[in-house]
């Protein structure tokens, strides 16, 4: 871990709704100022036209960003573009934060240096967050399913194939013009995408859970949906029991104590407006009733681009840095 | 089933979302017509006053509706409040249609006559709907969990509990002022309830799914979410199965292929956009991929208002006169 | 005019918002089929897979379309790109609407043969319609304010400049993908648009009420916004008067009093939910309180896509045919 | 002025959307806390159980809240409510801000007393603000277009009726449950109310208007409508002017050089993005061209509930007690 009194950003992708988001953050955070900041449509506009109520450098092509100007360079681009900055970050021995993908699951079509990258989920990995100098920050929904998985994961509690039933606003289908995600299609619907356990975030969602599990995790069916709302993520995950929980909470309430950022529900299940605009996890659980074998229902809600993108970006920064968690976060 | 050229329908409870819908259809009926509608809160009002755009009779309250000046009374009052309205129309021997949950479970606190209601499906009870005198119309939940199951249910294919992830619009949740139910409350929002497996629509699922099974059905598990939209509902259900299923679509296909209100989608999943404003249920199919066991996702879609109360109605109104089943809902 | 039992209706451009309505709309209409629709992009679909629950044949490029083998041929296309379609139609010898802006404004732009298209509203110029073989369909922000204005326009009654505020939903900006009518841009939001009288409407509205007014009209300032909502026009019109006027109500209630498709409201103004889905205009009217000189505020709302768009052209089509001139609208 | 390090603030009426996003404000304010806040409804709870986020004391009755303990009371009481405990508090020598339109026009029905309370709109008459013990907080209508009108006030450009087009979000109607705002009332609808110029606001902004004038202020007519979203205020404002101005921006640039929360657009009209979330108001000018007459349209859009309120009366709550105005609200 370092400490520094505070630190230059560079933001990669900040045209986008996380990159939009990150600067916005970045620009309120105490500590943390907007070294520059790139858009490829939006190069030469001043940021304060792209990201309203935002001052800060006019924007530039990625190409023509001052790598080294940054102590951090946090990338928004979209997946299969982000690696490669990531590593050039790195060649200039500049610590960085990747929000895409590119990162998150080591494999085949990995390149070798990605290893070194650290997931960036704080509630799970906050030490080895904070002397990293690559971070994969975590997909959104990972995020929340992870968080409301762990205390099972840890305690090995869990007997057959978790399903993750989860919806997501428009957000976080990016910024770029698609019919499909025009206001008129969109408003008064409601629809499944990938449907049949075959969405990119499920190899993220059974690396991360065999990690907590300490080897073999159970398997997990994953479905999203996609909301007519702007931003939140909530997911619905039923999971078998290999024997009934007394104290349903008390795990949770346990593990996530001290967290600054994760909220126990006691009376209530969460909903989206417990979250958005907040970078907190909401997660309520509950005992499935009228059924033989046990199992719970857990609700987990995130908002997908504050801790499930931008604002979990920041917290991995300022642990990063040696800051306060929740510094330009409250 | 008895042939009538046409018909006079009494409403009970016109102003809420179930019955302003149903006032619409009667009204566009061709062989059906309004002979009075009932609501306590606008009794003496103009019906089109209420219900745009329909002409009609004034409102009048239940107490002084002329039961026996209908061939057939309707009603879309409340859970708890329509039992009594059906056992009157029983006693003017008149026909009924119930939209309350009222008649939809036999059990301990339905009276005895109640056990004459044929429980509404005509997709599952045609014939029965056509000889029946009284009509439990079913829950907009059950309506299409139980299309969506009927084929898996009938062939004994499933081999454990049923997850059953659905989420509604909120004229689900009737039209008295509530609070939670503002735009403030509900735009931009998402949220699940009865969380635990215990809706009320639950035992209405249960037994139907025996009744199609031939005995002992699967266990079900049911979670209802509520959507910021005004009407539809859509149903994400994860089903494990004994074995594999070669031709996934094709039981599907094979028992709804003369159904004219069932559409089962080839290509793609169904949206709410599929059936909204219409009568249809969608359903769509897919094999879960990445587990172990078998297991089928399957998506059904239905408008709650329609399909899901209003719109089933004149379906079985149509086979109680002897009329084309499609009539006045193309 | 002539009688038809029947026509066959080709519809260029039908896979827009306005062409999808035009399409539902014709292939439920008792006395029109689709005798063919073209679609740029999904040429080759079946028209069922463009819009969804109706039958018809696969759409065809328009190069491609057999202009003779319809009745009339309805364009939907895009303004600049529709005239050229009318013209060859002519050339066919087949009747033919323009749903574009092209032939609405006889102008320098417009070519010679444009002249014979008769401005498509029914209620003002039916007899025109029912023996043409062109019309030029109105806009939809015109459609209002001049349904709202003719009374006062016949009369002379109108003093100074009308101010004419209006808010559409969004698919009246159309269906080709832009971000800044994606859902997250639009929800939650509203903007005005053409802001200091520039919008193309003007010169439409100026001409008719020109005409309608026997020469002089008043001036109009026109000031459009985009409103959160899939459908809908309202207006929001202020019309300083010469002297104040009694019986408010009375001349709206006199010149429409056999209009079936425009309901004077009589105890409140009108909102979207009173027209959208159908293809009336609803009118509302007070007297300004609180100011010296007399003054009006008419509220004026139609459903963009019926009466300001699909709807009105079967209107004209009925006409034109010498149909009932609610056929296929009720 | 005095000033004070920091300052103890009791909410009155802490459950609706102005005051909880005013118990957000303070909590968040680095030199104010919420000493009390009431609630008739909710007493007893947590006010984080209320107010999502924000950790306090839990809430009383307003008959219970001790006036004395706060530096300040602020009143967030519906309008009929708020006088007497304005009075109270003056009784208790305690500063006070109100939200409500008790206070803000002097007239017959206002107690003398209140003849002391201070328009609370900074941006024209901060000094006497800053200077008061008793403020009354503008409304949210009367905010926008006071600010946008103030500059052509001033220099008496104005020659005729005033016309203030404007649209809110359904926040501005408050939070209790009525029919009427409901999600599936609300969402895919607009609508004009108090049209004829007779909304309560205009009694405000006419004496208001008439103070910056020097007198004579020109007429108004004011239509407000409901918009299908949660908050902001966007008003379209048409201004004949005495003859044609140049350098049309100049006015407004010139008046707002050092305002911290009134941004003047040069490119294009501000829209609801532009402020929701934020304290200011932002204001885009245009000549109307297309009439004889010099006319100018203003559009002026302010978050309802910040601006509008609550953010408004932190902007009066810093200058009262000699803070930094921006604090608390950047």
């Not at 990625?62 to 790195?90: F, I, N, Q, T, Y």
């Not at 060649?91 to 929000?99: C, T, W």
């Not at 990995?110 to 997931?119: D, F, I, K, L, S």
Request: hydrophobic share 50%; with cysteine; charged share 20%.
């Amino acid at each position: 871990m370092n400490n520094y009194a505070s630190a230059r950003i560079g933001i990669l992708g900040a045209g986008g709704y996380a990159g939009r988001e990150l600067a916005r953050l970045v620009a309120r955070h105490p500590r943390a100022r907007i070294a520059w900041a790139t858009s490829e449509s939006d190069a030469g506009r001043a940021l304060g036209d792209v990201v309203s109520g935002v001052d800060g450098p006019a924007l530039v092509r990625a190409e023509d960003a001052a790598l080294g100007a940054a102590d951090c360079v946090v990338s928004c681009l979209p997946h299969g573009e982000s690696a490669k900055w990531m590593e050039r970050a790195r060649g200039a021995d500049v610590r960085a934060i990747d929000l895409s993908a590119d990162l998150r699951v080591p494999g085949e079509v990995t390149p070798g240096w990605a290893r070194e990258a650290v997931y960036g989920l704080p509630e799970l990995h906050r030490a080895r967050i904070a002397d990293s100098r690559l971070v994969a920050n975590p997909g959104c929904y990972p995020t929340a399913a992870l968080l409301a998985l762990a205390p099972l994961l840890r305690r090995g509690l869990i007997s057959g194939p978790v399903i993750v039933n989860a919806a997501s606003g428009v957000t976080g289908a990016g910024r770029n013009a698609k019919r499909e995600l025009m206001f008129a299609e969109i408003a008064e619907g409601f629809s499944a995408y990938a449907v049949g356990n075959v969405h990119r975030h499920l190899a993220e969602m059974r690396a991360q859970a065999a990690g907590i599990a300490g080897g073999a995790a159970p398997e997990l069916v994953f479905t999203p949906h996609l909301l007519p709302v702007k931003r939140g993520i909530l997911e619905t995950i039923y999971v078998p029991l290999a024997e009934p929980i007394r104290d349903l909470l008390q795990m949770w309430m346990d593990d996530y104590s001290s967290e600054p950022f994760v909220r126990v529900m006691r009376d209530r299940m969460p909903a989206l407006a417990d979250v958005v605009g907040s970078n907190r996890v909401a997660i309520g659980v509950a005992a499935v009733q009228n059924v033989s074998a046990p199992m719970l229902t857990i609700v987990a809600t995130i908002d997908n681009l504050l801790k499930g993108a931008a604002g979990q970006a920041v917290q991995n920064l300022n642990l990063m840095f040696g800051w306060g968690e929740t510094e330009g976060l409250a």
